[in-house]
């Protein structure tokens, strides 16, 4: 999901404040302030009935984690944890009215963001509510590689410091059915290696055959 721009990150960090987020480091987003990942990854989630968390997706540098306070109201995730050492830029919504008055396009870029994002969770709640723990991994797998893969000799890599539980949170499933099903898919030949970061997705095409 294309985020702000490093230039726009500048921009607006002349108004707010930057903060180190350490890894796994948990940042609340119900306060006042727009929030924006300046450097790293961070899962951003869901607390849900009967389960830990619900992970909606995975930011990264250039996008808004914490957009409540453009609307006037809390944001709907309720935290984001950081998968390494990260940092954020908080400003108020004054803060950033004051330096996006000066470019009416940092709204349009922060919307663009917020659209993207939307769209994506929708699709991947619709697709919970029916799809089967394979075809959810599948999604989630796929999902990763188009924000974070690498071309690779044998196909695509996940270059992203993920582990087996964050890749199960954003799947909806519980880890060791995530693990059963990234070993099956292993097995057959569309994915290559064990641990997340650096697993290779080798036959695509097959993987996405499993949306369906």
């Known amino acids: 999901m294309p985020g702000l721009t490093r230039d726009e990150i500048d921009r607006l960090a002349t108004g707010g404040r930057i903060q180190r987020i350490g890894r796994r480091e948990v940042v609340p987003l119900d306060g006042p302030t727009i929030m924006l990942v300046c450097d790293g990854w961070f899962r951003v989630f869901r607390n849900a009935a009967f389960v830990r968390d619900v992970t909606l997706f995975i930011a990264q540098a250039g996008d808004v984690i914490a957009p409540g306070a453009l609307f006037g109201e809390r944001s709907a995730e309720s935290g984001a944890e950081a998968l390494a050492d990260a940092t954020v830029l908080s400003l108020t919504r004054e803060a950033f009215d004051a330096v996006a008055g000066d470019d009416p396009r ?107």
Do not use: H, W
């Open 106 to 212: 940092l709204y349009v870029s922060v919307a663009a963001n917020l659209g993207r994002r939307v769209t994506r969770v929708q699709t991947k709640l619709e697709a919970f509510s029916r799809a089967t723990v394979e075809s959810r991994v599948a999604r989630a797998l796929l999902d990763i590689a188009e924000d974070f893969g690498v071309p690779a000799p044998a196909g695509t890599r996940i270059d992203i410091p993920l582990s087996q539980s964050d890749l199960a949170s954003l799947a909806g499933t519980t880890r060791e059915s995530c693990s059963q099903t990234v070993a099956a898919l292993a097995r057959a030949g569309i994915l290559k290696g064990g641990r997340i970061r650096g697993l290779v997705i080798q036959d695509r095409t097959r993987l996405e055959a499993l949306l369906a």
